[in-house]
Each structure stands twice: as structure tokens, then as C-alpha cells.
């Protein structure tokens, strides 16, 4: 088994998750009293998000770079960052440790694909909907088209991203909000919604809504498993 090496508190609220989905996949393959052989490095998120909102990426780079570099003196034999979001570092991380990172979009499109889907719906931080990391990804990589929801929907969901699900705090009309949001990507085409940020899925499940959804913390936390286990399972 190789050691899983996560970059958490990201925030910790979903960080919680991808350790509970990691070890009930170990366990799921292996079985008995398995569980997964993983090292956390967890993040104080508070300055970091204030160095996403000024837009000093070079800071938050340096401090992802350091969590990463604690995890492969650590023995770590790969690393997954525990956030949609912070995979806008995921490049600095592989060029400045030679560590593997396992890229959540490509843990989404490996589903998607999977689903024969060819065009998605993207939620995430104003981060993941409006920069070119993500989207160029699926797009370019994966042959996979990308809509984003109007200006105005995209403030409203990083709003709630940040001030409710990064502190644990899940509001019925939130999720309301995120339905409507939902609602207009699928009659304007879309086939299927990219989760694209770690804490939506503790609001929106597939039950809420009338087409696939792509939860990318479960995706990516199976990715995580699989790759651990190659070859021994």
C-alpha cells in the first residue's frame, strides 16, 4: 500500500471527509480491519484565504509547497490537495517536490466520461468558475465542455462557499439557491454538474438534483484509494 499524503484543512470541514471516504476505501478493498496508510498536513485556511482575496498566489504557492515538502520527508509516496481550489497550485507543488499529485479534475472527468457526458456544469469558488486551471483541464485534456453560471450567480455561490459550508454552517435556502443555480445550467445544456469545490457536497447531493452529479470529493478520495492500492488489489 502506498502512503497517502493529503494537504487538509482546506477547509477542514471537507478535509473530515476525504479521511472518512480514504479509509472506508481501503477497507472496502481490502477488507478485516484494513485502513488506509495516509499522512495529513493540515493548513490554518484563515491566512490563506486572505491571500486568495488579494491575489498574492506566490504566498499561498510557498505555503503548499512547504505542507507538500512536510509530507514527502514524511514518507508520503503521492500527494492529493484536499480543495478544488487550491489545485490552481497543484503545477508548483509536482516542479518544486517531484512528488505525484493526483488532480481532482481529472478524477472528475475520469466519471464523466465514464457517463459518455460531453458538456458540464461547473460550481465552484469564483477561483475554479473564472480561471483557466480548471476548466483549460477538463476542456483540453479531457475533451470535456465547460459552462459557468452568470456573474451574478457565480458571487452568490462563493459567498455561501466561503461564509457558510467553510464553517460548517448548511442553510435551506442556500441550498435553494444553489437548485435555482443548477436548474438554469441544465435548460441552457448542460448534461451533468461538476461539484468543483470540496464543501458543496455537503449541501447538494444527487438527490437534489435531475441529472448526474459529479461529487469531486468522493471522486477524488476513490482516486486516492485506487492509486494506493495499484496493483495489490
Known amino acids: 500500500m502506498k502512503t497517502i499524503g493529503l494537504i487538509g484543512g482546506l477547509s477542514w ?3 473530515v471527509e476525504y479521511y472518512r471516504l480514504i479509509n472506508e476505501g481501503v477497507k472496502q478493498k481490502l477488507g478485516g480491519l484494513h485502513s488506509a496508510q495516509c499522512l495529513m498536513v493540515s493548513v490554518d485556511f484563515g491566512p490563506i484565504e486572505e491571500l486568495m482575496r488579494q491575489g498574492n498566489w506566490q504566498q499561498v504557492n510557498k505555503v503548499l509547497v512547504e505542507a507538500a515538502l512536510h509530507l514527502k520527508q514524511g514518507g508520503a509516496d503521492f500527494i492529493i490537495i484536499c480543495s478544488n481550489t487550491i489545485h490552481k497550485c ?3 507543488i509536482i516542479e518544486q517536490t517531484g512528488m ?3 488532480h481532482i479534475a481529472d478524477a472528475a472527468a475520469q466519471k464523466i466520461k465514464e457517463q459518455k457526458i460531453k458538456k458540464v456544469g461547473l460550481l465552484g469558488t469564483r477561483f475554479v ?5 480548471y476548466q483549460k483541464r477538463l476542456q483540453e485534456e479531457h475533451g470535456i465542455e465547460v459552462m459557468i453560471p452568470a456573474e451574478k450567480e457565480r458571487e452568490i455561490i462563493n459567498a455561501i462557499i466561503f461564509r ?3 464553517m460548517g454552517v448548511l442553510k ?8 435555482n443555480i443548477i436548474n438554469k445550467l441544465l435548460l ?4 451533468g454538474i461538476v461539484l468543483g469545490c470540496t464543501e458543496i457536497p455537503l449541501l447538494i447531493k444527487q438527490a437534489d438534483v435531475a441529472a448526474p452529479v459529479f461529487d469531486t470529493t468522493t471522486l477524488h478520495a476513490a482516486m486516492a484509494v485506487a492509486y494506493s492500492l495499484k496493483g495489490d488489489n
Not at 129 to 133: L, N
Not at 172 to 179: A, H, L, T
Not at 188 to 191: D, S, V
Open 188 to 191: 441552457l445544456g448542460a448534461e
Open 100 to 102: 505525484p499529485v493526483l
Open 13 to 15: 470541514e471537507s478535509s
Open 129 to 133: 468558475m473564472e480561471e483557466d486551471f
Open 164 to 166: 457558510e459550508l467553510c
Open 90 to 92: 497543484a503545477n508548483s
Open 172 to 179: 435551506k435556502d442556500s441550498k435553494e439557491r444553489f437548485q
